[in-house]
């Protein structure tokens, strides 16, 4: 017996979180939970280097309160680093000992290994339609003899020139316009609005206004910049999404505001200085400023879409998930408290029903199987996986709460993808031995200068591509029968194979104070992630009355990064042909740089969404049905026969129940591709 007290630590946006004996450090905790936590000077408090942040409030999810006492007095080190901003939640982690249950967010400045943000965007040729117009005029000086003001000569200017009628004037540019005349010469340049309305205007000649294409999604943010008159992507940024310390997925997150009262104001708050620091950092690698941009588009789940927009998304939580508005929203930046150029607009894209966002209906957009006749799935896989189904005769939509597994989260070894962590794996089905890929070194673990290329970044555990390879890869070997369990005969042939409680793991990686296993309860988590996703998808074709589909598009960071033959062999997506599988890339920014730059890709998004029809899973009975079918890797039930003719899948076993026998291991090989 122990009389000691043990508290409770989750970790974001990593995911990982365990317990610990009161009174250890935030810093210790980080290290002895495999957490990405910077430090310098050994925990002495001389550096700033472990700063982390204190999430405060309820978390339903996690089973925690976490509140500042919780953590120990500021110490007189973090009191003279911090001086008068002083934080009760920001905190040293090598000061802040632990004196109850919390939730610790570690800022990316801390992170000594940063997540890559994935969300690169495949730019191809974009009609140039912008909403935000630039025209240069020469407007007649006063005269005595014809007494005008100086607004209605330069309408009457911008008719003469540019055919723009019955324009409205921000009352705000009039005091900028009689300046502007008259130093510019009577020469100035103004920016017009869907041909409506006078936003901004410069003395003289202005050649050039940008826009900025934002995809907010509940883990990473992705932004673009763009020159609105020639199209031209000029500068990417991508970054965390400053929301996951409040909750991994969009459910937790909405639990936190019912849990937390005014909750919802600080995920606003956050979001949008986020999203004002991403376009900091655009201006500054294209060498502008800020005031020079004049429009945005956004996208977004609902949940991102409704916090963004200052409203509280709770009614997004239960039957019969309400959206605020499924139309486009149109307002000025400074609406939504962004600092642009004053007169600078906002579009941001519609949602499609309660649980599918703007961001599906920017990849539809960006897609476009309305105007194609084969039958095509988009599925924006994330922890709240889109769907769309259709072509040109009819289009379904729906999401599946797949959850953040397929991210690293609720995985023993996982985390969120950053150098360090393995991506792709091999396993041998002769001897069960793996190889391994990490971020970061393009060399495989079986190169005899994997090592030393590694350096000094180590292997720290397993992303999300990397989790979908080496699951599939142990199915594929016999490691894993067909309804999960890890077969534990075959811990006769490898010593890979061990016994982890009344379950078995694999060893897929060890060395030094390094273990990275895959648990049985990993294989279940993502068995539940890819049983949802399918199901999903399944419910959606048998609303359509079709048993196949011609095509599968993958969209979103992850899509763009897992390897499609993996995905199927998991049971992820239906059979298809794999020639017909493939990514969309980051199809959700795609779309919303196409609605930044062409008004008519606005109304033809806003006139596809409501011909879209959705399908509320929640309600559906038969997708328990078809989520039970597709716990079985890759199905219970359904042979995957397009597959089966390019990957030699193994027999489908009579597996027993428990982790503690299984076939013999006997199985039929397979091709190696």
């Not at 006769?492 to 273990?515: C, P």
């Amino acid at each position: 017996m122990t009389d000691r007290e043990f508290v409770k630590v989750v970790f974001t946006p990593s995911g990982k979180r365990g317990e610990i004996e009161s009174g250890k450090s935030v810093l210790a905790a980080a290290q002895q939970f495999g957490v990405d936590l910077d430090t310098v000077c050994g925990g002495r408090g001389i550096c700033d280097r472990c700063q982390i942040d204190l999430s405060v409030g309820e978390f339903p999810k996690f089973q925690i309160h976490s509140r500042p006492e919780n953590l120990s007095e500021h110490t007189s080190s973090e009191e003279a680093y911090f001086l008068d901003d002083i934080s009760p939640t920001r905190r040293l982690g090598c000061q802040a000992l632990l004196q109850g249950d919390v939730v610790i967010d570690i800022p990316p400045e801390s992170q000594a290994h940063r997540q890559i943000v994935r969300k690169r965007l495949d730019v191809h040729k974009m009609a140039v339609n912008p909403a935000v117009r630039l025209h240069y005029v020469e407007v007649q000086e006063p005269d005595m003899h014809q007494p005008s003001g100086d607004l209605e000569r330069t309408l009457d200017a911008l008719e003469f020139e540019w055919g723009l009628t019955s324009l409205k004037f921000d009352f705000a540019l009039l005091g900028v316009l009689q300046h502007s005349l008259r130093e510019g010469e009577w020469k100035i340049t103004v920016a017009v609005h869907e041909g409506l309305e006078i936003i901004a205007l410069w003395p003289g000649f202005q050649s050039a206004g940008y826009g900025v294409s934002i995809d907010v999604g509940s883990t990473t943010i992705a932004a673009h910049l763009y020159d609105l008159a020639s199209g031209e992507a000029i500068a990417s940024t991508g970054r965390m999404n400053p929301q996951i310390r409040f909750g991994e997925d969009l459910m937790s997150r909405v639990s936190y505001v019912m849990m937390n009262p005014g909750g919802e104001i600080d995920m606003t708050h956050a979001v949008r200085e986020a999203l004002q620091g991403q376009i900091a950092d655009l201006c500054e690698i294209a060498n502008i400023k800020t005031t020079d941009i004049l429009d945005m588009a956004i996208v977004g789940n609902p949940i991102m879409h409704h916090l963004l927009l200052g409203i509280n998304p709770v009614e997004l939580g239960g039957a019969p998930f309400a959206l605020a508005t499924d139309r486009a929203v149109s307002i000025k930046a400074s609406d939504i408290d962004i600092r642009l150029h004053p007169g600078a607009r906002t579009y941001v894209l519609p949602c499609i029903a309660g649980h599918v966002g703007a961001d599906a209906a920017a990849v539809t957009l960006s897609e476009a199987p309305y105007q194609q006749d084969e039958l095509t799935l988009l599925v924006d896989v994330g922890t709240n996986a889109e769907m769309v189904l259709g072509n040109r005769s009819r289009m379904l939509a729906a999401s599946s709460p797949t959850g953040p597994a397929f991210e690293g989260a609720q995985i023993s070894g996982g985390q969120r993808a950053a150098p360090g962590a393995i991506e792709r794996v091999r396993i041998d089905a002769g001897t069960l031995e793996p190889r391994f890929q990490v971020i970061g070194c393009d060399l495989w673990s079986d190169h005899e200068a994997f090592l030393d290329r590694l350096g000094n970044t180590g292997i720290t555990g397993i992303c999300g591509s990397g989790i979908i390879e080496v699951i599939a890869e142990m199915f594929l070997c016999g490691i894993i029968l067909n309804n999960g369990i890890i077969n534990g005969e075959l811990a006769k042939r490898s010593n890979r194979i061990i016994q982890d409680g009344k379950t078995w793991s694999y060893v897929l990686f060890e060395k030094d104070a390094v273990r990275i296993l895959i648990t049985q309860n990993d294989v279940r988590a993502i068995q539940l992630a890819k049983a949802a996703l399918y199901a999903g998808a399944r419910l959606l074709m048998d609303k359509m009355g079709v048993d196949h589909v011609d095509r599968i598009r993958l969209a979103g960071a992850f899509g763009a990064h897992i390897d499609v033959k993996y995905a199927m062999v998991l049971g992820m997506i239906p059979d298809c042909d794999l020639s017909q599988v493939t990514s969309a890339g980051n199809a959700a920014g795609k779309g919303a740089s196409i609605a930044l730059l062409d008004t008519d890709a606005r109304e033809e998004v806003e006139r596809t969404v409501k011909q879209i029809q959705k399908i509320e899973t929640a309600v559906e009975e038969k997708f328990q049905e078809y989520f039970v079918e597709a716990l079985g890797i890759p199905h219970k039930s359904d042979r995957f026969e397009k597959l089966a003719q390019q990957v030699q899948l193994p027999q489908a076993d009579d597996a027993p129940t428990t982790g503690q026998s299984g076939s013999d291991g006997r199985r039929r090989r397979r091709k190696r591709s």
